[in-house]
């Protein structure tokens, strides 16, 4: 189906794992990005990336990575994860001024 | 450093009241303003706006800017219970499709 999508929809991982969370899209957009959402401060970027292969930090990266080898697919890992990391993570793909955005990934690090 | 400004932070009304939300940013390289109505789910998307003085409407919604003061509303008239959600306005800023986004303002419509 057309759009974009997120797996897993929830996750719950421990203090020091590594988790990936994969983001999908179908429209061949150039831009990706990833989000992340927090009561209090809104949605705050993580990472962006305007082409396959081309990635760029965004207000808040440390933490995380990373990587498009397609123009599809944008994993964002966390490579140990932390407490503060809990959060909702969302991915959006768009092409000028309009993103849309994915169902959303809960993730929880205990 | 870019910042969007909501408020009010939340904001509890009945049905057929009519609301207004704003938005007030500081950004470098401005090219335009966007607004979102998040529910229980991801954000979609409502308005965009690039220029002072133009208002955008789509139903009971309606935005308009002012680049000169650095602010947007959102009204929303004959508010529904289903217009209950986080209204979220995002400021696309300097290069690269990037958005700073406000903290959201939480809309509760009572029946």
């Known amino acids: 189906d057309a759009g974009i999508t997120q797996s897993p929809r929830y996750k719950i991982t421990e203090t020091g794992r590594q988790v990936t969370l994969m983001c999908h899209q179908t429209?061949?957009?150039?831009?990706m990005f990833w989000y992340r959402q927090d009561l209090g401060h809104g949605l705050r970027l993580i990472y962006y990336s305007a082409a396959a292969d081309i990635t760029d930090k965004g207000e808040v990266p440390d933490g995380y990575v990373v990587s498009r080898s397609k123009t599809e697919n944008f994993p964002l890992t966390l490579e140990s994860a932390t407490r503060s990391q809990t959060s909702v993570y969302f991915c959006?793909?768009?092409?000028?001024?309009?993103?849309?955005f994915g169902p959303g990934t809960r993730l929880t690090v205990l | 450093e870019d910042k969007v400004v909501q408020s009010p932070l939340s904001l509890v009304v009945h049905e057929g009241d009519t609301v207004t939300l704003n938005c007030s940013y500081e950004v470098t390289n401005f090219r335009s303003l966007l607004w979102y109505k998040q529910e229980k789910k991801a954000p979609t998307f409502l308005f965009m706006l690039t220029s002072s003085g133009i208002e955008k409407k789509s139903g009971r919604l309606s935005s308009i800017l002012d680049k000169k003061e650095l602010f947007s509303i959102l009204n929303i008239t004959a508010t529904q219970t289903g217009d209950s959600a986080v209204y979220l306005c995002a400021v696309e800023a300097r290069y690269g499709n990037k958005l700073v986004f406000g903290a959201g303002t939480i809309l509760r419509v009572k029946s």
């Open positions: 959006a793909s768009g092409d000028y001024n309009e993103q849309f």
């Open positions: 429209w061949s957009h150039s831009y």
